[in-house]
């Protein structure tokens, strides 16, 4: 048997073994720690699944055809019935933005909203989140200029109390296909703002954030492409006030990535 084909019997073995031993954790799971669906309150038969269950997943996977790109610049989406032919060059979200792009896995409901409020709680991220992270990295080529990946950081104060930041588990999970490195050093949150509350307008918020993010170590940055990476897409004022001091410090340019869209803002006008 040739070193190759050995390599290729090895590494079925390996993962029939892996899906026999994971089958084996989720009915002993399921038996000992239910876990109940916080989508719909069925049971969550695997473990990878995370806080919502398969049938949630798979109705959020085939609500996505729902929705097309309607803005080529930031990726925002319309109804997949809209009238309009053709992608906008930027819409009126995107305008005045410093974001070269901007691009998101998915839109804001049901199994993906409940993984990334869960994620705010426990690190972990489900398996069907990192699948939709990889997709859209590998669809969405205008992202694949990037250097590097920059997770927007968190209130030190906050980030202490959680133990970890969720923009670098989902930067980390955007890695293991984009090869390219994670930077957290580089920026730091100065100025610890709320999260997004309906009824802010864009404003309002780029107010508030005003100032709220130092870029300390520039050398990491100069003449970089930068992908920031978040979990959810609002305004966009998080990221384009992150991008600004980005650009200012002296990086080549600022694109972002978000494992989710709201879907407040539907109007391309």
Known sequence: MSGHAWKVMVGKLYQSARHILEAGSDAVLLLLAPQVCRQCGAWVERQADGTACR????????????????????????????????????????????????????????????????????????????????????EQSVLHTSDILVPIPLAPRRERARGYNQAVRLAEAVAQVARRPVVTEAVARVIETYPHRAGLDARARRQALEGAFRVIRPRLIANRRVLLVDDVLTSGVTLDTAARALLAAGAAEVSALTAARTLRHTSLA
């Open 55 to 138: 049938a949630c997943w798979e109705a959020w996977f085939a609500e996505q055809s729902r929705y097309r790109p309607g803005c080529h610049r930031c990726g925002r989406w319309v109804a997949a019935d809209a009238t309009m032919v053709q992608p906008q060059k930027q819409c009126a979200q995107c305008a005045n933005w410093s974001l070269t792009w901007a691009r998101s896995g998915g839109v804001y409901t049901g199994a993906l909203r409940t993984a990334l409020l869960t994620l705010k709680h426990t690190p972990r991220l489900p398996t069907p989140l990192v699948q939709r992270l990889h997709a859209t990295w590998h």
